[in-house]
């Protein structure tokens, strides 16, 4: 992705964009980028847990737009891998104080002035404000969709609203997917929605345990050392926004024994 | 072993889908629509007679595309 300052946003709360912007941060971050994750969502603060830096927050976004303290004083530096800094959202403060204007300016300082390669911005669900602002800055996003007629329905929403304020580079992660019902017909693949989309995929992300049980410690699984499909999708869509061609998961191919009894048997 | 007997529920949610973006994405409550009918009618009584009772328009799938049909029968008169 040519686009440095990347919205990852859904329209649907839920579907697990706090998550993808935890991961693919540290992902991007362990290539060799340096990277900030901000989170917009003002008053339901979340990203500083799912990465385990809660107990660091001293400033937030919002201090930083009134200039109540420095950009260096906000950013929370990952001590766990080089280059991974949060600018955590505010969890008590007016939200009115958001404003998409100073906020544009503040990734721009970011990108030009303080050497980061690339910004995450974890956007609030809904396409109001909080949306509207997480998304001034971006010049491209990331629209993380559940397959779920409600997911896709709201990510459509959200994909009209990017282009409609020019945000143009955008890319579908297809999160939560279950290979084993998808292959009974009981829910939507991964080409049904970027049919219905008409939007370019960079990531399928199935469903894993693994990412609730990363949530409980507060370590994004990129980082963890369990094997877990979600966080090999992670890594590879980091990979596929530098310009990677990294080939996508086949989740035919998973499933083991019985899987492989289907395919003999099933005749499929 | 019995899921062929019914639709599969994704080809059920991918038609609902695909409805339901055709009037999002035209901005059209389906309500909408009978103003859209009334609006058509008008034109058309300019060039033929039809029965206004009996017109029917709706959004359809057709195959990979969703297209609005009009059915729109002559009056008898």
Request: glycine fraction near 8%; charged fraction near 30%; proline fraction near 4%.
């Amino acid at each position: 992705m040519q686009a440095r300052a990347i919205v990852v946003t859904s329209g649907k709360g839920g579907v697990g964009k706090t998550t993808t912007t935890a991961n693919i941060g540290a992902a991007l971050a362990a290539e060799g980028e340096k990277v900030a994750v901000i989170d917009v969502d003002v008053g339901l603060r979340n990203l500083d847990v799912v990465m385990g830096l809660e107990s660091r927050v001293v400033f937030d976004l919002i201090d930083v737009l009134e200039g109540r303290c420095k950009m260096r004083q906000a950013l929370i530096r990952d001590k766990r891998i080089e280059n991974l800094y949060l600018l955590p959202a505010s969890q008590t403060k007016d939200k009115q104080s958001l404003d998409p204007k100073i906020f544009r300016a503040v990734v721009k300082h970011l990108l030009e002035d303080e050497g980061f390669d690339r910004i995450l911005i974890d956007s609030p669900a809904g396409i109001e404000r909080g949306f509207q602002t997480a998304a001034a800055p971006a010049e491209g996003a990331l629209v993380v969709v559940n397959p779920e007629v409600s997911s896709v329905r709201d990510a459509d929403r959200i994909i009209g609203l990017l282009e409609a304020g020019g945000v143009e580079e955008n890319k579908l992660i297809v999160n939560r997917i279950r290979p084993q019902m998808v292959k009974r017909g009981d829910m939507l693949s991964v080409d049904d929605i970027e049919e219905i989309l008409g939007l370019g995929l960079i990531g399928i992300v199935p469903e894993d345990e693994g990412i609730l049980v990363s949530t409980n410690v507060g370590e994004p699984v990129v980082l963890r050392k369990e094997r877990s499909q979600a966080a090999q999708e992670f890594k590879n869509i980091a990979k596929r926004i530098r310009g990677e061609n990294v080939p996508f998961p086949n989740l035919e191919e998973e499933g083991g024994f019985l899987a492989s009894l289907r395919r003999i048997f099933g005749g499929r | 072993m019995f899921w062929w007997r019914r639709k599969k529920s994704k080809q059920k949610a991918k038609e609902r889908l695909q409805l339901v973006l055709a009037y999002d994405r035209a901005r059209l409550a389906p309500g909408k629509m009978e103003e859209l009918k009334r609006d058509l009618l008008s034109v058309l009584s300019r060039y033929f007679p039809a029965d206004a009772e009996q017109v029917e328009i709706e959004f359809e799938q057709r195959g990979e595309r969703v297209v609005l049909v009009a059915d729109i029968p002559f009056a008898n008169d």
